[in-house]
């Protein structure tokens, strides 16, 4: 039945219980109510000598349907409370009279890997994903993680699975003791129903997880390890509270005991489900999902073609960030440059972005040999006969842009999609020249492309279908959140370190021509230019907004001011209003967020992008934008439009047009409506 378990007795006299609520066995109220039920038919029978649980095709759990978070929740008792955690997870299940054994294969995330948890022992594939991920939810685990994984793993180790829900192979969890043994897919089921009878032969040990205290450190260390993650969380991120009533809760256990500990983490969260934090990770979850789901393309169920062998054209830095994000992500590469010098130096480029990871110890050196394996370097266009799809990158020209892709037109075969990794131009305009429009599209990464993880995927009236699908598919497959745009709008994450990291010359370019064809809604910058006259040309100078040591780490420059002086000099500012220098920390915030806001919505009403939750995605992945509170449309609803446009409408009349609301936020604020919008929004492009 689905969205509930199953039990099959063997003749060994093994019971296999079976999460089964495909795809990936999330667990729900039901799926935990007959997984009680399970367990208590197991556990009377007579031909029961021990109990295995596991999850159907292939995949334990997922942990809980994310459906049941972030929504309201009426006050419970003490018993409804604990109802999951105490009463089936510990008395039921780990307190049973026959041994529990986890059989782990795929993912075991959340509520799926705190049932393994409380099993009397745990054996997984290889390849098998667990961790508990409940904090990028807003929430803590819910089902006793909280107290059972520091038993197994130690305090340092579980602090950091759970405060950055970080997850782990099978042959990790090994190392750290989290699983008990390995074992292929063909034979883990048959490994796991062995132990469980020597558990029951007492040839193995019967291990109660919530009591162990082997992997525990000694209290003073335990506090002092709790207090520095209490710190190190404030530092990174002084406006969320629930890491913070996690670690409590975590010390709880360790001060007082486990027992009482599952009581104060199921009251823990029961809050926090109810917060707005929670309300809005869950949300950018949700409009995540929803962002790769496009009008009219969804309905011809269109399946992704294979690409195999992707080329890159020229264009310095982005060309060796983008070839190396390719390579690591297993796709052949051709990279191509005009000259041997510049081909020499953008493979160097690569091999030090592969020997940094070596370095940081994210990668092996064995693992960069062979990643280097995949890519080769090219002149010409002789070796794109068989390359499925080309990532043109090269500089802010447009005649040139138009050049590479009347040859690619001539050299590459009649499946191959051409994208152009464009900043300022229209993809329609650099393929003008082509009779291949209907394959031509824009990919737009970050600079720092192997670690950014959003890419747009920029189209045209005439790009095909398929090519959309196919470009969804290959952004998934390279672990990007693809999103769809009608015409680039540019990400931003910390403005003026990335100014730094593109290179100051490449935002004098670009913002050049917004001045141009925006007017009333950029500025021309003269700070730039001061900092340019000084050598001061951003990361790769040493130099720009920041300092930079040899490791290309930032640090904050006091000599700014002296360049900020200039800059005002140049533009004749002969004062600053001292309304400014008394502006409260939130008001800044709004000043500088609303007309990103106001941006925002030029989009939605200019059909730039699909739904309003797609920009809450782009905004959170792309500029920065901080996930707890929904991303940047979803903030809007904490201020409401009438408030926003009324801000925007003032500072309009004090400081300029910039500030001008749109017309999209003068007609939500007259109805006093939600800058959000309900229903999927048919793109200009009539895809």
């Not at 040839?203 to 009591?211: A, C, D, E, Q």
């Not at 480029?349 to 062979?370: D, H, I, P, S, W």
């Not at 390359?387 to 842009?401: N, P, Q, R, W, Y």
């Not at 995927?457 to 005439?462: A, F, G, L, P, R």
Request: aromatic residues 6%.
């Amino acid at each position: 039945m689905l969205g509930r378990t199953t039990v099959e007795v063997r003749a060994d006299g093994v019971a296999v219980v079976t999460i089964n609520n495909p795809p990936l066995n999330l667990l729900s109220v039901d799926v935990i109510l007959s997984l009680k039920e399970s367990i208590e038919g197991a556990l009377i029978r007579d031909d029961v000598k021990a109990i295995v649980v596991t999850g159907s095709r292939g995949k334990f759990s997922a942990g809980f349907d994310v459906t049941a978070f972030g929504g309201s929740q009426g006050k419970k008792t003490k018993m409804e409370l604990g109802f999951m955690s105490i009463q089936i997870v510990t008395d039921t299940l780990e307190a049973a009279r026959k041994p529990f054994v986890a059989a782990i294969e795929g993912p075991a995330f959340g509520g799926g890997l705190e049932i393994a948890l409380a099993c009397h022992a745990r054996i997984s594939t290889s390849s098998a994903q667990l961790g508990l991920t409940e904090l990028q939810y807003g929430i803590l685990p819910g089902l006793g993680g909280t107290q059972r994984l520091p038993r197994l793993v130690g305090l340092s180790k579980a602090l950091e699975m759970i405060l950055m829900s970080k997850r782990v192979e099978g042959k990790e969890a090994r190392t750290l003791s989290l699983v008990d043994a390995i074992a292929p897919a063909d034979k883990l089921l048959e490994l796991a129903c062995q132990w469980a009878l020597d558990i029951v032969e007492c040839r193995r040990p019967w291990m109660i997880s919530l009591y162990r205290t082997d992997k525990l450190e000694t209290l003073a260390e335990a506090r002092a390890i709790l207090n520095s993650a209490r710190l190190e969380v404030q530092r990174q991120n002084p406006n969320v509270v629930h890491p913070l009533v996690c670690i409590d809760v975590i010390g709880q256990g360790i001060v007082s005991g486990p027992r009482k500990a599952l009581w104060k983490e199921a009251e823990a969260l029961q809050e926090l489900r109810q917060s707005s934090t929670c309300r809005s990770l869950v949300h950018v979850f949700f409009a995540q999902r929803q962002i790769i789901k496009i009008p009219v393309i969804s309905k011809m169920n269109l399946l992704p073609r294979k690409i195999v062998k992707v080329a890159v054209v020229g264009g310095g830095l982005m060309s060796s960030e983008i070839a190396t994000m390719l390579i690591l992500s297993n796709y052949q590469v051709i990279l191509k440059e005009t000259n041997k010098k510049h081909l020499i130096d953008a493979i160097s480029r690569v091999k030090e972005n592969l020997q940094n990871r070596v370095k940081n110890g994210r990668a092996t050196q064995e693992g960069l040999e062979k990643s280097l394996s995949l890519l080769e370097g090219v002149l010409d266009y002789d070796k794109f006969k068989d390359v499925d799809l080309v990532i043109e990158a090269e500089s802010e020209s447009l005649s040139l842009k138009q050049e590479i892709f009347s040859n690619l037109e001539k050299c590459c075969p009649l499946h191959c999609i051409f994208t152009s990794n464009i900043s300022t131009f229209s993809v329609k305009l650099v393929g003008e020249r082509t009779k291949s429009q209907h394959r031509i599209a824009g990919i737009h990464f970050f600079c720092l492309s192997p670690v950014m993880p959003l890419m747009e995927i920029v189209h045209t009236e005439c790009t095909s279908p398929q090519v959309i699908v196919d470009l969804i598919d290959f952004g998934r497959k390279m672990r990007k959140t693809p999103i769809m745009v009608l015409k680039s709008f540019g990400m931003q994450v910390g403005p003026f370190r990335m100014l730094d990291v593109v290179g100051l010359q490449v935002f004098v370019v670009i913002s050049k021509k917004f001045v141009e064809s925006l007017p009333d809604r950029s500025y021309k910058s003269q700070l730039i230019p001061s900092l340019q006259q000084d050598n001061r040309k951003g990361e790769r100078s040493g130099k720009g907004f920041y300092n930079y040591d040899n490791c290309g780490k930032a640090s904050p420059d006091p000599k700014l001011s002296r360049y900020m002086k200039t800059a005002r000099d140049a533009s004749n500012v002969t004062f600053i209003d001292s309304e400014l220098t008394k502006l409260s920390d939130s008001e800044i915030v709004e000043m500088i967020l609303f007309p990103a806001l106001n941006e925002a919505c030029r989009m939605i009403s200019d059909g730039v992008v699909i739904r309003s939750s797609d920009l809450d995605v782009a905004s959170v992945l792309g500029m920065g934008f901080p996930a707890y509170r929904g991303g940047i449309i979803y903030w809007s609803d904490s201020f409401g439009s009438t408030y926003i446009c009324s801000r925007l409408e003032k500072w309009s009349k004090e400081y300029g047009v910039f500030f001008r609301p749109c017309d999209y936020i003068m007609e939500r604020s007259a109805k006093s409506i939600s800058l959000q919008t309900s229903e999927t929004r048919q793109a200009k492009s009539q895809l």
